[in-house]
């Protein structure tokens, strides 16, 4: 019987090694398997990484031409409102010379209308005394025989033009 437990565990022993290797083979296999699906899975993440990367490169190029446009809107309605301001300013300044120009005319009005009222005044009291004065004096020159021959001329008129400066 020893002999054969002998045997047995020689056999165990060479089963035991068989299933040592058989084991180490399986581990080695897992091991490899876990390799290639952590090299396949860090591939799959490089892949995924560039792709965010070109989304990300693209969204910049995209916000830049998007910024580009967007300045150059800024400077035109910039020089678009510089033109509109300095034509508020030009007409600012051309409504207070018409201003100024309306207030003097009105001063005129108001004087010519008052001076107005005074020279009316004065001019019928002084009507009544001129228009005996001229009748006495075109009664005086047409009776007159000298002055008969004048009363048909023309009457003289000067001009600046006559005149050596």
């Known amino acids: 019987m020893a002999s054969s437990s002998g045997n047995s565990s020689g056999s165990l022993q060479i089963q035991n090694s068989g299933s040592e290797e058989d084991l180490q083979q399986l581990m080695d296999q897992r091991k490899r398997k876990r ?96 228009a005996e004065e001229i009748q006495g004096f075109s009664d005086g020159f047409l009776n007159n025989p000298w002055n008969i021959m004048y009363s048909n001329q023309q009457p003289i008129t000067a001009s600046a033009d006559m005149f050596d400066y």
């Open 35 to 130: 390799m290639l699906s952590n090299r396949e899975s860090a591939r799959r993440s490089r892949l995924r990484k560039q792709k965010h990367l070109d989304d990300m490169m693209a969204k910049v190029t995209e916000l830049k031409n998007g910024n580009s446009q967007i300045l150059t809107r800024i400077n035109v309605t910039t020089q678009h409102y510089m033109n509109v301001e300095a034509e508020n300013s030009v007409l600012r300044a051309q409504m207070m010379e018409l201003s100024q120009r309306l207030q003097s005319l009105n001063e005129i009005l108001n004087y010519i209308d008052s001076n107005s009222a005074t020279v009316a005044a004065s001019a019928a009291t002084n009507s009544m005394f001129q």
